[in-house]
């Protein structure tokens, strides 16, 4: 996760706050994990782009896979398969968990990041 | 929005008022397999005026009405950013012209809540509507329902249950379509909770959209949804004919809103979410959640390792097949046109209408048609590709090292097939969604090395160096040579895209935010008609400028005929007729002669004069004016480039293989007495073929794909001007060094 996240901080210029490290993006989910979506940031052509698709707060999102270079990786929402690039997936914000299922790995994922 | 539906309506016959119905839908959706089956085989494509966008349209029967069926691009939702949107937005809204009668949603079933957001910003337009919810054998396999009668009722408009690949449920779709047309009534007005102040905002840009287009403002409904669909459309557009008034209105409204701190795309959007996803929890009985055959394939073709090897393997075949599979019947068609010049110019007197007509105009069809093959191989895999599911993936797949030079992963394919022709890799980048990548594709590929470029560096390599010396075990020279010029191509080709990227065609790169279909069977019939559709279409925009260029440049290297040459050949020719009985020596004695007269008439026509007028910019590259000839004649095709050095050099029937040819060209000398082809000339001569662009044919696709002589003007430019540079380095540089 954290090799993950890291080249991204420098990529994006832009948006990247003092709270990054405790809010959870999109990027920083590991396959196989779900989430729900608490806000969508970025460039308005992005954010209306996922929107009309289907992203929006409060959908339900798992991340299936990686691309083989690692990106961009596959998202599932909504019945359907998305892809989108790790840039942009960084400016999905990911709600707090609540089920007690991601709770063990979100605090991994804590811990990954304070590292 | 100037252009308008009746345009693109065939229009061959006055119109009688036959009802217009717009098939619109998300991609992948199954639009193009329902298009078929609704109007059987009388479909027929139509270009949206201005811009490169196919529009079909066919007469379909619905019930006893007869309506035309326009088949517009797949799109996600109305608010347009590209072309093809745009387009889908126009004409839906019938926006400037007539509206449609009515519209049929495709729905993909199996993405139900995202496929009904297009649905439902129809519906609040007020434009009568029939929702054709195609995949139901999909679904109903993956063990769900989907009630759709409680969908129709919670819409207010007619849901149709159909499988169009099956042809299931199209008859109860015919009907709703012609319930619909016969008794015209607006569907009722969705409810859709948008707060205060945005319902505010929207009346404020409402008032705009009825001040600029005074016909929309008639129903409050109407120019409403325009207000809607401008506030999230609008700044940042590639979008064409938007009054200025309605930018600025729109503009205000959406500063206003930011500095409010209101957020006017989730105020816009999520209301129309909430209200889908409250249908869609009464509509849909999911499954038990089990792994699907996508799953399974992709656990596979997307996997780390696994993956990439699937992937190289798919553009290896792609890859082999436009390289060698297109050759037999490309050979064929060289042959048939050759057949054709040989019995035109044996029945026919001979004279300059003969030469017109034979080395002229069936030459220049032969120009045209030698293409068809390529084109129709490459849009048959792109085809199956595309509707199989897998370019999404290739796409996937391969994007990381495509942005690297600032290309969207779809530019993958146009790309690649861009060293067999830059002909049809130009047109195959219609799989790429917005305009700005799709320029940038265009402009980029056809500095990648295509096969036309292959004789002339064979011909070089072998005349200037020892080709088939080893050097490296089993390489020999000349295939490293080679192997050193794909390369550098191909270097050339990615460089040029970023630098392009960050110069002319700046911008926002648009997202990757791009569905991943469900792989699924291809229909033949459908593969077939788009293979047919494109070679169609290629045929008549741009074949018709390949032939008018043909046609032209063989004038220019063959007038002004210079008839005291003529007759003196004339009269060698009789000396030796005279002075000789018939014999294999007076044959070759005539054929010598008679090429001797080509080479010295293609020296007194147009184009042996410009030859010598460019010669002055042509002698710091190393060339003369008779390579300046090669070029000018290789602008037919750069393969050509061989044949013509055999004219100017008086060698019959040369091609890069041919011994005289090659010994001739190693002996040639410059008026100075210096050899012309030495190692740095020719490598000087391959540097500039690897950049020049040296191909009418490229120049003319690329006016037919981008829709205005700009780009095809700017592509030759920056293509010529680097071979110049580079040559000009090479050759320079060279000298400096010591070499010859």
Redesign the interface.
């Known amino acids: 996760m954290s090799r993950r996240s890291r080249p991204l901080a420098f990529l994006l210029k832009v948006n990247i706050t003092n709270d990054v490290k405790s809010t959870r993006t999109l990027s920083a989910l590991p396959p196989g994990q779900k989430a729900v979506v608490q806000r969508?940031g970025?460039?308005?052509?992005?954010?209306?782009?996922?929107?009309?698709?289907?992203l929006?707060?409060g959908t339900e999102i798992e991340v299936i896979?990686a691309?083989?270079?690692?990106?961009?990786i596959?998202l599932s929402l909504?019945?359907?398969?998305?892809?989108?690039?790790l840039a942009?997936a960084a400016q999905v914000t990911l709600a707090p968990p609540v089920e007690l299922s991601s709770t063990v790995a979100t605090d991994d994922h804590a811990l990954e990041q304070a590292a | 929005m100037k252009g308008s539906a009746a345009e693109v309506a065939p229009a061959e016959e006055p119109q009688p008022a036959r009802p217009q119905v717009v098939l619109v839908g998300n991609p992948n959706a199954g639009k193009t397999t329902l298009y078929n089956a609704l109007s059987g085989s009388r479909a027929r494509v139509g270009n949206y005026p201005g811009i490169t966008v196919d529009v079909r349209a066919a007469r379909a029967n619905f019930g006893d009405v007869v309506a035309d069926l326009l088949d517009l691009p797949g799109t996600?939702?109305l608010?347009a950013?590209s072309a093809e949107e745009e387009v889908a937005v126009r004409v839906t809204l019938g926006h400037g012209g007539e509206a449609p009668a009515a519209a049929i949603v495709v729905v993909?079933a199996?993405?139900?809540?995202?496929s009904l957001?297009l649905a439902l910003e129809l519906l609040e337009t007020g434009l009568p509507l029939v929702i054709a919810l195609n995949m139901m054998d999909e679904v109903e396999a993956s063990g769900a329902t989907i009630d759709s009668a409680a969908l129709e009722r919670d819409l207010g408009v007619p849901v149709v249950a159909i499988a169009a690949s099956k042809k299931r449920g199209l008859s109860a779709l015919r009907e709703a379509v012609e319930r619909t047309l016969s008794e015209p009534s607006r569907p009722a007005s969705p409810e859709l909770a948008y707060d205060e102040a945005t319902q505010g905002d929207v009346e404020s840009v409402a008032r705009a959209v009825t001040e600029v287009w005074p016909e929309e403002g008639a129903s409050t409904r109407r120019s409403q949804a325009w207000a809607r669909w401008a506030l999230?459309s609008l700044?940042?557009d590639e979008l064409t004919d938007i009054p200025a008034r309605l930018r600025e209105v729109t503009a205000e409204v959406r500063e206003r809103a930011e500095v409010s701190g209101r957020d006017l795309?989730?105020a816009l959007?999520?209301p129309r979410?909430a209200f889908l996803d409250a249908i869609t929890e009464r509509a849909l009985t999911r499954g038990l959640p089990r792994k699907s055959r996508?799953d399974r394939l992709?656990s596979v073709l997307?996997?780390?390792?696994w993956?990439?090897g699937a992937?190289l393997l798919v553009m290896l075949v792609v890859f082999q097949a436009l390289f060698s599979w297109a050759s037999p019947a490309m050979d064929a068609i060289g042959e048939g046109i050759g057949a054709t010049q040989s019995a035109l110019q044996a029945w026919l007197p001979p004279g300059v209408l003969t030469d017109l007509l034979t080395q002229g105009i069936v030459g220049g069809v032969g120009n045209v048609l030698v293409f068809v093959p390529q084109i129709a191989l490459l849009f048959l895999f792109v085809g199956f590709l595309e509707d199989s599911g897998y370019l999404?993936r290739v796409a996937?797949?391969i994007?990381?090292?495509m942005?690297s030079v600032g290309l969207h992963g779809r530019a993958f394919v146009p790309l690649l097939s861009g060293f067999a022709c830059a002909v049809p890799a130009v047109m195959a980048t219609r799989t790429i969604e917005s305009r700005k990548d799709r320029l940038l594709t265009m402009m980029a590929l056809p500095l990648m090395s295509c096969s036309a470029r292959l004789p002339v560096y064979v011909l070089l390599i072998s005349t200037v160096f020892v080709a088939n010396r080893a050097v490296l075990g089993p390489i020999s020279l000349g295939s490293l040579i080679l192997f050193g010029i794909y390369g550098f191509s191909t270097l050339a080709s990615l460089t040029a895209a970023a630098v392009m990227r960050r110069t002319v065609l700046k911008g926002?790169r648009?997202?990757?935010?791009?569905?991943?279909?469900?792989y699924r069977w291809p229909q033949l019939g459908n593969l077939l008609r788009a293979v047919g559709a494109r070679v169609r279409s290629f045929l008549v925009d741009a074949g018709t400028i390949i032939l008018a260029m043909s046609v032209v440049l063989w004038a220019l290297l063959s007038f002004p005929k210079d008839h005291a040459l003529e007759a003196r050949f004339e009269a060698q020719r009789a000396d030796v007729s005279a002075a000789q009985a018939p014999s294999p020596e007076r044959t070759r004695a005539l054929a010598a002669l008679d090429a001797d007269e080509a080479g010295a008439q293609l020296r007194a026509s147009a184009a042996g004069h410009f030859g010598r007028l460019i010669e002055p910019a042509l002698k710091p590259l190393g060339f003369d004016w008779r390579v300046g000839v090669g070029l000018i004649g290789a602008f037919a095709a750069r393969e050509v480039f061989v044949s013509t050095m055999g004219t100017v050099f008086g060698i019959a029937d040369a091609d890069e293989t041919s011994a005289p040819l090659r010994q001739t060209l190693t002996r040639a000398r410059r008026e100075d007495g210096s050899l012309l082809f030495t190692p740095l000339s020719g490598i000087s001569l391959m540097v500039f073929f690897v950049f020049a662009c040296q191909c009418m044919s490229t120049l003319a696709i690329v006016r037919r794909e981008s829709g205005s002589w700009r780009w095809p003007a700017l592509l030759f430019t920056y293509m010529t001007g680097l071979a110049y540079l580079f040559s000009l380095l090479v050759f320079q540089i060279g000298r400096a060094l010591g070499y010859s």
């Open positions: 969508v970025g460039p308005r052509a992005l954010r209306r782009r996922l929107m009309e698709m289907g929006l707060p896979r691309a083989p270079m690692r990106d961009p596959e909504r019945g359907y398969r998305l892809s989108i690039r942009e | 996600y939702s608010a950013r993909d199996t993405a139900l809540t995202r957001y999230l700044g940042g795309e989730d959007i999520a979410y996508t992709d997307l996997h780390p390792a993956g990439l992937f999404a996937f797949v994007d990381r090292l942005r926002e648009p997202p990757l935010v791009m569905e991943l279909p469900p």
